[in-house]
């Protein structure tokens, strides 16, 4: 027995050295066997295959094929705009419940600690909370406290525009990102910011921007931390890391840093309304749905909350509330944003409360004309302005933000090309200048076009195109039509707590301009998710995947 166990002891001795020796051999390119993150043969990367995990307040929506409008069995308003169209939508993140007003008291928070004597930043970026103010009712407590006072906290905001929350995704992306790096100790350590141990402040300039940051734009006092990547490129320079190695800044290859926080479209908002994975089983969908729950009517049918209202919504005219004694849906207004039962995917409000904004352009002809991968109308194409093209720095504003142009091609310029576009842009202000199409073939397929001409005759104007629009001087989508719809109309969806149960559908769509505000419209966030789709692979069938063989070069 003892020969035995001294036998086995050392078969396990010599597998565990193996698998150590094997851990601590580097991979290799399958395409030129180059030995990858070695210092010696020029530092070429591979970087850690990840699936990152989703930011704050998200939950993962697996992706899939639905009947965009299916849901809707009327059209009131006889719109015709949501003709149902299957589509497929991709894995994404979503924000688990509406912006609350505390969230939104962060951003006007550091706002006003980062950028103290810039009233006007502070004062766009404040909700309109005169949106309360009605003629014939007294909502003026609404105005003094809603926003601000502790007790409506949890409550969506509201009183926000279009614009205003595209503001927040951006801050939000930021400020994510600026934790992480932080925290883990690759930018300097929160407690080190404004002063660390000898009390010698080690703030940056300019706030965190995540695109400047990866871009190597910000680096030094209030960046550099003390455990930033190593470095392994031959030409790196000796740095702040141990015994003075090379170090640097975080990149999107690592895989540490969020994408960004970004408005829904209006196909995935509607998609995760709906939560049809819920009632999925083998591609089969078992039941469909009118409301983000199952079932036709707007009551529980669960013995514990029999016969409550299943969201926060307008019941009637005149009836906001329900009978005192016993409040039907429990809120007259808005209600906390975790209020209700969430739905399959775990997303709270997805019906009634606020309305919500989402990322598309209002066309009533939307479902017939966008593609059915990943649908969407409204893409703004744009170029980061380089300030420096031959060292591939950006141009920033005042904030420390990129300065960001209307894209004029869609394909990558040649280096030549960019050079002469960026020449043409003073690099002094804010303002663009128009610049020659990049693409001659989008402007002669316009001139040429019957339409086109048409257009330009009866405006009166000369036509002068851009590839995605920005610049013409003629709307030829929307010009000679009686129409409140333009580039700015921008989708709402959802019902709120002043809207009848028509509304709650995850079908219904309205518009907006993108500058106006309502006490019934908030809004949540979205992030693109990266790799696979799949989010629940455990117990479904998988085809093997092989690993690539490891090449030797002796």
Known sequence: ??????????????????????????????????????????????????????????????????????SADQDVAYDYNNVKRRVTVPSFYMDETEVS???????????????????????????????????????????DNYLRHPAFQDYPVVGVTWDQAQDYCQWRTDRTNENILRESGRMVAWKDLNGGKNGQPAASTEPYNNDMYLNGQQRGPGFDGKKMMPDLSPNAQAGTGKNGKPVRPVRME??????????????????????????????????????????????SAKSKTRGLIMANFKRGAGDNAGVGGYLNDKADITAPVRSYAPNDFGLYNMAGNVNEWVADTY?????????????????EYTNKRMADPSKGLYAKDKY?????????????????????????????????QAAPVANGSVAAANAASANAQLAVRNSGKAFNPDLRGDKDTVNLALYGNTTLVNNR?????????????????????????????????????????????????NGKPHYGVKKAKTFKSK
């Open 400 to 432: 420390g933000r990129p300065i960001k142009d209307p894209a004029k091609a869609n394909r990558k310029l040649k280096y030549s090309e960019l050079l002469a576009l960026q020449g043409q842009r003073p690099d002094s202000t804010n303002a663009t």
């Open 363 to 379: 066309r009533q002809t939307s479902f017939e004309e966008f593609d059915d991968f990943n649908p969407f109308r409204g893409n």
């Open 489 to 537: 109309s921008k989708v709402y969806k959802g019902g709120s707590w002043n809207d009848m149960a028509y509304w709650l559908n995850p079908a219904t769509r309205r518009f907006m301009d993108q500058d106006e505000a309502s006490a019934e419209i908030g809004f949540r966030c979205a992030m693109t998710l990266v790799g696979a789709p799949e989010i629940y692979p």
């Open 254 to 299: 690592d895989g540490i840093l969020k994408q960004g926080y970004r408005l829904p479209s209006e196909a995935e908002w509607e998609y995760a309304a709906l939560a049809l994975a819920g009632n999925t089983q083998f591609e089969n969908i078992d039941d469909g749905k009118m409301y983000p729950w199952n079932g036709l009517g707007v009551r």
């Open 101 to 143: 007003n505390q969230d939104w008291l962060d951003y006007l928070h550091w706002t006003a600690i980062t950028f103290p004597n810039d009233r006007e930043l502070y004062y766009d970026a404040l909700p309109d909370t005169l949106v309360w103010r009605k003629p014939l009712s007294y909502n003026e407590p609404y105005v």
């Open 1 to 70: 027995m003892k020969i035995l166990f001294t036998k086995t002891a050392f078969v396990l001795l010599a597998v565990s050295a193996v698998v150590s020796s094997c851990s601590k051999q580097h991979e290799t390119s399958q395409k030129t066997g180059i030995t990858y993150n070695d210092k010696n043969n020029g530092g070429y990367v591979r970087f850690r295959q990840t699936h990152p995990a989703p930011g704050p307040g998200l939950v993962p929506i697996e992706g899939g094929t639905f009947v965009m409008g299916g």
